[in-house]
């Protein structure tokens, strides 16, 4: 099985932005494995500033985009798994890409929490990307 091409495009897409003077923002979508204010979610989806001056943390792993956001003046922690990303695109001009959602399942359960798995201690199951033209 190869890896999915989806984290390699948004990090490139996130690096283009920022390299643009642009700032790149996600729509995902939310369900129980994604870790996000539930307040700022509406219709399922919550759309998300992850330029340098809003999350200077962030973290675009090939499972998981993860970061430490402010909303509010109260401090989160953003979990969210790769193939819950719709989009990523620039705020500034609307540039950017739209994914199909892929539902993260875990892999199993019982797995130990460790410092890549978020709040829920699930390990996330590798899924192959379909974009949406």
């Not at 978020?118 to 379909?130: C, I, Q, S, V």
């Amino acid at each position: 099985m190869t890896t999915s091409t989806k984290p390699y495009l948004l990090r490139a897409l996130y690096e283009w932005c920022i390299d643009n003077n642009q700032t790149p923002h996600i729509v995902a979508w939310v369900n129980e494995h994604t870790r996000v204010p539930m307040q700022y979610v509406r219709d399922n989806e919550i759309v998300l500033n992850i330029g340098p001056s809003a999350s200077p943390n962030v973290s675009i792993d090939n499972e998981w985009v993860h970061f430490s956001a402010r909303f509010g003046g109260v401090a989160h922690e953003i979990w969210i798994p790769v193939g819950h990303i719709v989009s990523v695109f620039a705020r500034e001009s609307g540039e950017g890409m739209g994914f199909e959602v892929e539902p993260w399942q875990p892999a199993n359960a019982s797995a130990e929490k460790t410092d890549d798995t978020p709040p829920d201690g699930n390990t996330p199951k590798k899924k192959g990307l379909k974009l949406v033209k």
